[in-house]
């Protein structure tokens, strides 16, 4: 067996202008590709940044546009007594904190969005200005107040 020394010299050009060249292509490369990352993210960064804010500022506009008013008479869920009018604006207000609390929370205006609630003392009932989708979540929200209270549900 023969030890045999197997050798590959590849030359490149001595050229300065060749030398200067591959350095120039390597470096524009890199700035090339550092520019493209750059971009990617800066724009994935941007979309990510404007959608959020166009979608928060845009579903406030959107469903303030579709807001539907309705009155509810809430009378028969107040427990006061007809003697004091004072214990059944309490409980008409508390009843209110808890609509606000319980029936689609980010949806109304002390939240930040766009529907409201108001108290009219003299019939002892609630204006909503709500959209459809929170209209529907009150009334079944209201039904089963009245229905605890009447002891049909727990």
Do not use: C
Request: proline share 3%; net charge neutral.
């Amino acid at each position: 067996m023969a030890n045999e020394n197997f050798n590959i010299t590849i030359r490149l050009p001595r050229n300065p202008k060749l030398k200067f060249g591959l350095k120039s292509l390597l470096l524009l490369l890199l700035v090339v590709a550092v520019g493209l990352g750059a971009h990617k993210m800066g724009q994935e960064s941007g979309r990510e940044t404007g959608y959020g804010s166009g979608f928060r500022e845009g579903w406030a506009a959107a469903m303030s546009a579709k807001l539907v008013s309705e009155n509810y008479s809430v009378f028969d869920l107040l427990e006061a007594s007809g003697e004091t009018i004072g214990g059944e604006l309490a409980e008409l207000d508390e009843l209110l904190q808890e609509i606000q609390r319980d029936v689609d929370p980010a949806s109304w205006k002390r939240n930040g969005g766009p529907a409201e609630i108001n108290i009219y003392p003299q019939n002892l009932s609630l204006t909503v200005k709500q959209t459809a989708r929170g209209h529907e979540s009150l009334k079944s929200f209201l039904d089963r107040k009245r229905l605890i209270q009447r002891g049909e549900v727990e």
